[in-house]
């Protein structure tokens, strides 16, 4: 059974201090893995899909990166506004499972 | 239109009624999914569209509920006699056939007094 957690549950940054989300998961046949950001009150908004082990993707202070087991999403000097949660998904077969997210909370 | 919509964005019922929730996906997306989430939880899969193929309706937690796609576009999420453990945010998102990432709608809250 595909299996999706992340860790910490929750985190707060005083406003410049970077930090890691991680991403754990158990799949048979990766077909990709997905970041989200989800703001209260909204959907999911994408972003970043990596593909295969190794790959790293970038958008402004976000940074993931993907290996066998599991994935990051790194924030450089994050900003207030980069609060949210942050989700993990993965692509197996034809369904997708999330984890239950990390809230971020950035300090100003 | 640009991305997923999803009505209404707020419902609230009573314990006992039926409600119907609709989905829009991004135009030319063949795939469609239902995904649940309860305040504080994960997003908890539903039910699956892809093109004319029969829906993968694994995830639906009881017969009370049921969806339908017509003509490949608008889907309808439809939970009968409501139970105030329903009581979540729905999500709709879609997916295009070429690729692997889902967009999501915004959301329809449904609160079951």
């Known amino acids: 059974e595909d299996q999706v957690t992340q860790s910490p549950e929750a985190l707060r940054l005083q406003e410049g201090e970077s930090s890691s989300l991680n991403c754990s998961y158990t799949v048979s046949g990766l077909r990709g893995l997905f970041w989200y950001r989800q703001d209260p009150g909204k959907g999911p908004e994408f972003l970043f899909t990596l593909y295969s082990a190794g790959e790293e993707k970038e958008k402004e202070r976000l940074k993931a990166t993907l290996t066998k087991k599991e994935s990051f999403l790194h924030i450089t000097a994050p900003k207030p506004e980069d609060s949210a949660t942050y989700l993990c998904?993965?692509?197996?077969?034809?369904?997708?499972?999330f984890g239950p997210g990390t809230r971020l909370s950035v300090l100003p | 239109g640009a991305g997923v919509s999803q009505s209404p964005s707020n419902k609230v019922t009573e314990k006992g009624k039926d409600v119907e929730l609709r989905c829009d996906p991004i135009s030319g997306h063949t795939a469609l999914y239902w995904y649940r989430q309860s305040l504080g939880q994960g997003l908890e899969f539903l039910i699956y569209?892809?093109?004319?193929?029969?829906?993968?309706k694994s995830g639906l937690p009881s017969d009370r509920f049921s969806a339908e796609r017509t003509g490949g576009s608008v889907s309808t999420l439809t939970i009968q006699r409501t139970q105030q453990e329903d009581s979540a945010v729905y999500l709709c998102a879609s997916r295009n056939a070429g690729g692997e990432t889902q967009y999501f709608g915004p959301g329809t809250r449904l609160l079951v007094l």
């Open positions: 998904a993965v692509l197996g077969g034809q369904n997708f499972v």
């Open positions: 569209f892809q093109g004319n193929s029969a829906p993968d």
